[in-house]
């Protein structure tokens, strides 16, 4: 800390001497500072176990879901014929696929007569025609006797008339336009038609007799059979005949040399999304492993060793491989089963998860539904079991019917059609809450209640969801949600058994009714990957959560010795301008008395001389 006072008339250091009286503050001061740069390292760790958790949150969602165990894969005997690509879902089966003829692009040009040898020099003929391949949508082309083949191909282009136009060289011998349809397909040939002067004639389109004058390729359907049925269609690539299935024709086989497809289970894309979990893991593992290590070799601590809660995350993480699943047969209730362990004592991997892809891909092979079930990707929606029943309060019917509310249906494009969701009657308020209750048969753990709205549509803006409490006989609520403006709303929370549960609206966006194509009720699943994504939304709730808490308690430790630190250096400031002021006045009295004694020596002087 500069000072910037000299002691010339004292002789003594006074910089040194303030700085020696402030040193015990100075101390304390950068104790303050050092205690403020360990609490945002130990923020900055923590906010690293934050992404690392969500890095494995963002694999467990793929995992738990049960579209990607339902990955397929086509082969074909001979790939030359065709492309074939499948949807997950699509039907494990086999196909026999004939192709009797390509799909073609309606092609034609001038004829030799009306090539240029120059494609800017002037067309010299006048005229209209009509140019399409809609009967019902042709485009007028106005030709005028100054226009060029370039100034004719940009007035076709212009025309967006669903053909192409371009001025090409052909060999040595001169310039002409090629049309090109822009859609294949016998359908979507060229038509063209003089409607004024002879333009297309003159130009070589058309012969004197009004026939195309140069077809360079003729507009024709892919024709195929599957399985023996034949299909036609105007394009190669085609996505409409088997559900799932999209078909990219490539080679003609003829009707006697069909090519076999078979559709299988991939579980390479399953073994692939297994892998990223377990890479997402076992950073984390690496992670908190580094934060809370103690190295015996240095006698360093990791700057987050005191924090019990990560080894119990850690401890947590490794358990998943050993957790068994209820409900599925021997041989497969935990991950061990299909291949996924924990790395070998004194090996590279020890304390991390393995995946061994050879047995997992022998176990998805064997029986995917099962490997999707481990991992908790069946989710049982008890809305849908028989017996369920469905009722309104505060409202009545104003679109389809409330049991459509629980039949499974969740696509919004069938919101107002049969079986398609449901709309009630005016729009709730507190006073008037529209209540949708529903009842289970018996009993059942749930954990998760999903509401699906049509898009476009949605309406649902304050509501609580609440459950059943038997033992109370009280509603108990799982989720108050305010100022809602999604679409599909999950609520997770810790497992409760109930037997009925409800959504109470009391606001909609615009004061419309309350529109809703699903309620779904999902039950308690202990998976593995229902488990991590269940644990670690606890760990990351943005109000309640480990992650979250300890952010939160360290960013106020931060500001308070942060506010402290400002405290003291302003105590110091003011400390040391009083010490700067004492010693300015020290020296000011000094220089004085050195003054009356120059003065007084020098009258002493004075008189000794007589």
Same mark, same amino acid.
């Given at each position: 800390?500069?000072?910037?006072?000299?002691?010339?008339?004292?002789?003594?250091?006074?910089?040194?001497?303030?700085?020696?009286?402030?040193?015990?503050? @100075?101390?304390?001061?950068?104790?303050?500072?050092?205690?403020?740069?360990?609490?945002?390292?130990?923020?900055?760790?923590?906010?690293?176990?934050?992404?690392?958790?969500?890095?494995?949150?963002?694999?467990?969602?793929?995992?738990?879901?049960?579209?990607?165990?339902?990955? +397929?894969?086509?082969?074909?005997?001979?790939?030359? =014929?065709?492309?074939?690509?499948?949807?997950?879902?699509?039907?494990?089966?086999?196909?026999? @696929?004939?192709? @009797?003829?390509?799909?073609?692009?309606? =092609?034609?040009?001038?004829?030799?007569?009306?090539?240029?040898?120059?494609?800017?020099?002037?067309?010299?003929?006048?005229?209209?025609?009509?140019?399409?391949?809609?009967?019902?949508?042709?485009?007028?082309?106005?030709?005028?006797?100054?226009?060029?083949?370039?100034?004719?191909?940009?007035?076709?282009?212009?025309?967006?008339?669903?053909?192409?136009?371009?001025?090409?060289?052909?060999?040595?011998?001169?310039?002409?336009?090629?049309?090109?349809?822009?859609?294949?397909?016998?359908?979507?040939?060229?038509?063209?038609?003089?409607?004024?002067?002879?333009? @297309?004639?003159?130009?070589?389109?058309?012969?004197?007799?009004?026939?195309?004058?140069?077809?360079?390729?003729?507009?024709?359907?892919?024709?195929?059979?599957?399985?023996?049925?034949?299909?036609?269609?105007?394009?190669?690539?085609?996505?409409?005949?088997?559900?799932?299935?999209? %078909?990219?024709?490539?080679?003609?086989?003829?009707?006697?040399?069909?090519?076999?497809?078979?559709?299988?289970?991939?579980?390479?894309?399953? =073994?692939?999304?297994?892998?990223?979990?377990?890479?997402? =893991?076992?950073?984390?593992?690496?992670?908190?492993?580094?934060?809370?290590?103690?190295?015996?070799?240095?006698?360093?601590?990791?700057?987050?060793?005191?924090?019990?809660?990560?080894?119990? %995350?850690?401890?947590?993480? +490794?358990?998943?491989?050993?957790?068994?699943?209820?409900?599925?047969?021997?041989?497969?209730?935990?991950?061990?089963?299909?291949?996924?362990?924990?790395?070998?004592?004194?090996?590279?991997?020890?304390?991390?998860?393995?995946?061994?892809?050879?047995?997992?891909?022998?176990?998805?092979?064997?029986?995917?539904?099962?490997?999707?079930?481990?991992?908790?990707?069946?989710?049982?929606?008890?809305?849908?079991?028989?017996?369920?029943?469905?009722k309104v309060y505060g409202t009545t019917d104003g679109q389809g019917r409330l049991e459509d509310l629980i039949n499974g249906v969740t696509d919004s494009s069938r919101f107002g059609t049969t079986g398609g969701g449901w709309e009630g009657v005016g729009a709730p308020d507190p006073g008037n809450p529209h209540i949708i209750e529903i009842t289970f048969p018996e009993a059942r753990t749930i954990d998760e209640i999903t509401l699906y709205q049509p898009t476009n549509l949605s309406t649902l803006k304050d509501f609580v969801l609440e459950y059943w409490d038997a033992a109370s006989g009280q509603w108990r609520t799982l989720k108050s949600v305010t100022d809602y403006s999604g679409t599909i709303y999950t609520a997770g929370f810790d497992p409760v058994t109930t037997t009925k549960v409800r959504l109470s609206v009391t606001a909609t966006r615009g004061g419309e009714p309350v529109r809703l194509t699903e309620i779904q009720v999902d039950e308690y699943n202990t998976g593995a990957a229902i488990e991590t994504h269940r644990y670690l939304r606890r760990l990351l709730d943005v109000e309640s959560g480990l992650v979250e808490n300890r952010e939160q308690t360290l960013s106020q430790q931060i500001k308070r010795i942060k506010d402290a630190?400002?405290?003291?250096?302003?105590?110091?400031?003011?400390?040391?301008?009083?010490?700067?002021?004492?010693? +300015?006045?020290?020296?000011?009295?000094?220089?004085?008395?050195?003054?009356?004694?120059?003065?007084?020596?020098?009258?002493?002087?004075?008189?000794?001389?007589?």
């Open positions: 800390m500069a000072i910037g006072l000299s002691g010339l008339i004292s002789g003594a250091s006074t910089d040194a001497l303030i700085e020696k009286i402030l040193e015990l503050e @100075l101390r304390r001061l950068e104790s303050r500072e050092a205690t403020q740069k360990k609490l945002e390292a130990k923020q900055k760790a923590w906010s690293d176990v934050r992404s690392a958790l969500s890095a494995i949150q963002s694999k467990t969602d793929s995992l738990r879901m049960p579209f990607i165990y339902r990955s +397929r894969k086509v082969t074909l005997t001979d790939e030359s =014929v065709a492309a074939i690509t499948a949807s997950q879902g699509a039907a494990l089966t086999s196909y026999s @696929l004939a192709v @009797l003829s390509l799909a073609q692009t309606h =092609v034609l040009s001038q004829s030799d007569a009306g090539m240029k040898a120059d494609p800017n020099v002037q067309l010299g003929t006048s005229g209209t025609f009509l140019i399409g391949t809609d009967p019902s949508d042709m485009k007028t082309i106005t030709v005028e006797a100054t226009d060029t083949l370039h100034s004719l191909a940009d007035k076709i282009n212009a025309a967006k008339a669903g053909v192409r136009a371009n001025v090409m060289k052909v060999g040595t011998d001169g310039y002409r336009i090629v049309l090109t349809a822009e859609k294949s397909g016998t359908a979507n040939r060229i038509r063209l038609e003089e409607t004024s002067g002879s333009p @297309l004639r003159d130009l070589g389109f058309l012969t004197d007799a009004g026939e195309l004058a140069n077809e360079l390729s003729r507009a024709q359907d892919a024709v195929f059979r599957l399985n023996g049925i034949e299909y036609t269609r105007s394009t190669n690539t085609i996505d409409d005949a088997v559900p799932g299935l999209t %078909i990219t024709l490539k080679k003609v086989t003829g009707a006697d040399a069909p090519v076999q497809a078979t559709v299988d289970l991939d579980p390479d894309q399953i =073994v692939e999304a297994v892998k990223g979990w377990v890479d997402a =893991v076992n950073k984390a593992l690496d992670l908190i492993g580094n934060l809370t290590r103690y190295n015996s070799d240095t006698g360093e601590s990791g700057i987050l060793s005191g924090e019990y809660q990560l080894r119990q %995350i850690q401890t947590k993480l +490794r358990s998943l491989v050993y957790s068994k699943v209820s409900g599925l047969p021997h041989g497969w209730q935990t991950l061990l089963d299909v291949g996924i362990s924990t790395g070998a004592y004194g090996s590279a991997n020890y304390g991390k998860l393995v995946v061994d892809e050879v047995k997992l891909k022998e176990a998805l092979t064997t029986d995917a539904e099962s490997v999707a079930k481990l991992f908790g990707a069946q989710q049982n929606n008890v809305a849908l079991l028989p017996g369920t029943t469905v630190i400002d405290r003291m250096e302003e105590r110091l400031l003011a400390r040391q301008e009083q010490l700067k002021k004492q010693f +300015r006045q020290m020296e000011e009295a000094l220089a004085k008395i050195q003054l009356q004694g120059s003065g007084l020596a020098a009258i002493l002087s004075m008189y000794s001389s007589y």
